[in-house]
Structures are given as structure tokens and as C-alpha cells.
């Protein structure tokens, strides 16, 4: 079996006492980060009025397409209405023109054609059908 040998403590490094050498490099190194940082905050200040720039660009854009979408709306409505206005003039004056030659076929005997003939007659139908022969140039003629 194995001997428990116990183990000598490790012993704890003294703290380490700063360096001239050190603290140099630190300093340029502080300095170096703070030029960094402050041209990176610079960029971002660069980079949020490039943003609102573009923000107010794209804002009076939207307003100005908005504005002739409105305008263009509008003038399409005024168009649409003098068209539906026109057809029921002209549905009118269509109208009133069909009541005429209804009119005036039913002054002059004829059925109104746009109705539709309701069983037209065929002249002499319901008169009696004569088979007699008939002459022609003093000549007796069958039928």
C-alpha cells in the first residue's frame, strides 16, 4: 500500500513590487486606449448624423411620394366620377332613344322590334285559302 507522505506547503510568492520598467509601457498603452476610444466615439457621433441625415432624407421622401399619391388619388376619383357621370347620360340618352323608335314603330303599325315579336302573323293566315284556279291573261291558272 502506498505511504501517506504528507506534502509540504507550497510556499505563497511574495507580492510583487512595481517596476519603473512596468508602469511605462502601461502609461502608453492608457493612452493609446483612450486615442482609440475617442476616435471611435467620434466615428459613432460621424455614424448617428449620417443616421438622422439619412432619417430626415427618407422622411421628406415618404412626405413627397405621400403628397402625389394623394394628388393622384384625388384626380383619379374626379376622372372615375366624370365617367360614371357620362355613362349614365349616355345610358339616359340610350334609354330615351330606344322609347322614340318604340314610339314611332307603334305610330307607323310595326311591332316594337326590340321586344321581340310575340307570334307574328304571316298576312293572310287566318283568311280562308282560296283553291279555285285562277286566271292569268284570260287563262285558268292552278295553284
Given at each position: 500500500?502506498?505511504?501517506?507522505?504528507?506534502?509540504?506547503?507550497?510556499?505563497?510568492?511574495?507580492?510583487?513590487?512595481?517596476?519603473?520598467?512596468?508602469?511605462?509601457?502601461?502609461?502608453?498603452?492608457?493612452?493609446?486606449?483612450?486615442?482609440?476610444r475617442?476616435?471611435?466615439?467620434g466615428?459613432?457621433?460621424?455614424?448617428?448624423?449620417?443616421?438622422?441625415?439619412?432619417?430626415?432624407?427618407?422622411?421628406?421622401?415618404?412626405?413627397?411620394?405621400?403628397?402625389?399619391?394623394?394628388?393622384?388619388?384625388?384626380?383619379?376619383?374626379?376622372?372615375?366620377?366624370?365617367?360614371?357621370?357620362?355613362?349614365?347620360?349616355?345610358?339616359?340618352?340610350?334609354h330615351?332613344?330606344?322609347?322614340?323608335?318604340?314610339?314611332?314603330?307603334?305610330?307607323?303599325?310595326?311591332?316594337?322590334?326590340?321586344?321581340?315579336a310575340?307570334?307574328?302573323?304571316?298576312?293572310?293566315?287566318?283568311?280562308?285559302?282560296?283553291?279555285?284556279?285562277?286566271?292569268?291573261?284570260?287563262?285558268?291558272?292552278?295553284?
Amino acid at each position: 500500500m502506498a505511504t501517506s507522505d504528507p506534502t509540504p506547503p507550497l510556499p505563497v510568492p511574495a507580492p510583487l513590487a512595481p517596476k519603473k520598467e512596468n508602469i511605462t509601457p502601461i502609461g502608453s498603452k492608457i493612452a493609446e486606449l483612450n486615442e482609440s476610444r475617442t476616435e471611435l466615439l467620434g466615428r459613432i457621433q460621424g455614424l448617428k448624423q449620417d443616421l438622422q441625415n439619412w432619417r430626415s432624407k427618407l422622411d421628406t421622401q415618404v412626405k413627397i411620394y405621400r403628397d402625389e399619391l394623394t394628388e393622384l388619388k384625388k384626380t383619379l376619383n374626379v376622372e372615375v366620377e366624370q365617367l360614371r357621370t357620362e355613362f349614365q347620360e349616355l345610358r339616359n340618352t340610350l334609354h330615351q332613344q330606344q322609347e322614340d323608335v318604340t314610339a314611332s314603330l307603334r305610330d307607323l303599325g310595326l311591332q316594337d322590334v326590340s321586344k321581340g315579336a310575340e307570334d307574328p302573323k304571316v298576312e293572310g293566315e287566318d283568311e280562308e285559302v282560296d283553291n279555285s284556279p285562277t286566271k292569268e291573261n284570260g287563262k285558268e291558272v292552278e295553284n
